[in-house]
């Protein structure tokens, strides 16, 4: 986000249209009519709403919440609450979500008006998908019914719902995952309904760059507000996507994706800086191949291939190398890089180009209702205990010869973790091994491995024909 946002501070500041876009009627003034609307990302207010001590019932969490969102947004005609959806079994988001949670214990509440709540934090309430399920829901018509007792037009969107206080809403029910994709259906809605400014809030990133992509889609004030109280910033999208043009600020999502958010993970030693560096000198067969993440099922060769090279120049600038095996090899003999500042592996790095382009591809149908996205299991990942996994690679990491060769050097425990160099490999430990010295032999024993060494106490030798002599 903040290298975005230096983006808009060497732009100069202009009212114009995107450079090579048409004015669309989403772009022109509504000066008939005011409507300015508030773009809410409802979980993230939850989860920075202070608990006071009078809070000691469910009631009373709502009536603070929608106190509180009534008031921070009093100055808009219009605000939408938008929450996530927390009933996908086996969600991708999972696995994210419980590295957010650490190692709490997940306690699941029902939630009533009378549910005492009075010693528990937001955070251990927040804890449990089951609790987010049905405490959304909850909130939502609390929401919806404090606003309509004070006339405000307020609309509230969870689950696969979306009411609203003054009008019918039913074109924004939709069964997509994250508030990030909902935002922006909503965003587009709000604009084609006439609206004159749109204020997007949400403290998360992915939103900034999918209301980047959407922006020749939206009124031209739009702004993306963010920060705390004392840290507050509100970001103005049209200088960004008048200073990066039109296919860059396409291609914005896929490379986001690309280098690294919750579900796909990152390039060791790689950030963000590092990747757009080279994407401010890539050229223009780049940046459409990073554009078209997501925009279709199947990846193409020619936009692999590309991404390939891409790759290839964030880890050596200005190389003239585009296979990335030909590079880990370069900067290994020439450079005598160490394995964890090599880039991937060809097997590697496809695995994970394939799950950025499911991130994408679940992004680029943000402004559809009901999208249909395919199984994660054929972009990188397979499901391990109801839980989506990455699948790192799908070749041996060396030739087998060589990972015959490993040997731990373990010494006081029984190769029970993957501390062990030969359990983390796969590999039973063998009297090379430091756990060889102990006197009880180590959990990670090869059954077949105490066979020959019983057969050599008896001074028996098997030369694999059916006579044994001693």
């Known amino acids: 986000m903040a290298i975005l946002e230096k983006v808009s501070e060497k732009s100069a500041q202009s009212d114009t249209a995107l450079v090579g876009e048409d004015t669309t009627d989403s772009q022109v003034d509504h000066e008939a009519s005011i409507l300015e609307v508030a773009l809410v990302d409802a979980m993230a207010e939850l989860q920075s709403l202070d608990k006071p001590d009078h809070i000691k019932y469910c009631t009373d969490l709502a009536n603070h919440f929608a106190t509180r969102i009534l008031k921070k947004y009093e100055k808009f005609n219009e605000i939408h609450v938008v929450f996530d959806r927390y009933d996908i079994p086996s969600s991708l988001k999972t696995s994210a979500r419980d590295r957010r949670a650490g190692k709490q214990p997940v306690v699941s509440y029902q939630i009533t008006d009378t549910t005492n709540i009075g010693k528990v934090s937001m955070k251990?309430?927040?804890?449990?998908?089951?609790?987010?399920?049905?405490?959304?829901?909850?909130?939502?018509?609390?929401?919806?019914?404090?606003?309509?007792?004070?006339?405000?037009?307020?609309?509230?969107?969870?689950?696969t719902h979306c009411k609203a206080t003054h009008t019918s809403m039913s074109q924004l029910e939709s069964n997509q995952e994250e508030a990030d994709t909902k935002l922006m259906l909503h965003a587009v809605d709000a604009t084609r309904r006439g609206a004159s400014s749109i204020a997007i809030h949400s403290p998360d990133t992915d939103v900034f760059v999918l209301a980047l992509r959407r922006?020749?889609?939206?009124?031209?004030?739009?702004?993306?507000?963010?920060?705390?109280?004392?840290?507050?910033?509100?970001?103005?999208?049209?200088?960004i996507c008048t200073s990066l043009g039109p296919n860059k600020i396409a291609a914005l999502p896929g490379l986001h994706s690309l280098s690294g958010v919750d579900n796909t993970g990152s390039f060791?030693?790689?950030?963000?800086?590092?990747?757009?560096?080279?994407?401010?000198?890539?050229?223009?067969?780049?940046?459409?191949?990073?554009?078209?993440?997501g925009a279709t099922h199947q990846?193409?060769?020619?936009?692999?291939?590309?991404?390939?090279?891409?790759?290839?120049?964030?880890?050596?600038?200005?190389?003239?190398?585009?296979?990335?095996?030909?590079?880990?090899w370069w900067m290994f003999a020439k450079k005598q890089c160490q394995s964890e500042n090599l880039p991937p592996t060809r097997d590697a790095l496809l695995l994970a180009i394939n799950r950025a382009h499911f991130q994408a591809m679940v992004w680029f149908h943000d402004i559809t209702p009901n999208p249909e996205i395919?199984?994660?299991?054929?972009?990188?990942?397979?499901?391990?205990?109801?839980?989506?996994?990455?699948?790192?690679?799908?070749?041996?990491?060396?030739?087998?010869?060589?990972?015959?060769?490993?040997?731990?050097?373990?010494?006081?425990?029984?190769?029970?973790?993957?501390?062990?160099?030969?359990?983390f490999a796969g590999l039973f430990c063998t009297d090379m091994c430091g756990c060889s010295n102990m006197e009880d032999n180590c959990d990670n024993w090869s059954a077949v491995h105490d066979e020959d060494e019983e057969l050599e106490e008896l001074d028996v030798v098997d030369d694999d024909s059916d006579d044994l002599f001693v």
């Open 299 to 328: 990846l193409s060769s020619h936009t692999v291939d590309s991404i390939e090279q891409f790759i290839c120049s964030v880890y050596a600038p200005r190389t003239t190398i585009t296979r990335i095996d030909k590079l880990r």
């Open 374 to 423: 395919p199984s994660p299991e054929q972009y990188g990942w397979k499901l391990e205990t109801s839980r989506w996994v990455p699948v790192m690679t799908t070749q041996l990491p060396a030739p087998k010869a060589v990972i015959n060769l490993v040997k731990c050097n373990c010494s006081t425990s029984r190769c029970q973790t993957a501390r062990c160099t030969c359990r």
């Open 215 to 239: 922006y020749p889609l939206l009124c031209k004030n739009t702004t993306f507000v963010t920060g705390t109280a004392q840290k507050r910033r509100v970001i103005s999208l049209q200088p």
């Open 124 to 159: 251990q309430l927040l804890s449990s998908e089951k609790t987010k399920m049905s405490l959304t829901g909850y909130l939502a018509e609390k929401v919806l019914e404090k606003a309509n007792a004070t006339g405000k037009h307020m609309v509230v969107a969870w689950g």
């Open 268 to 293: 060791a030693g790689k950030g963000k800086l590092a990747f757009w560096k080279a994407f401010e000198d890539a050229n223009d067969e780049t940046i459409r191949a990073l554009g078209s993440l």
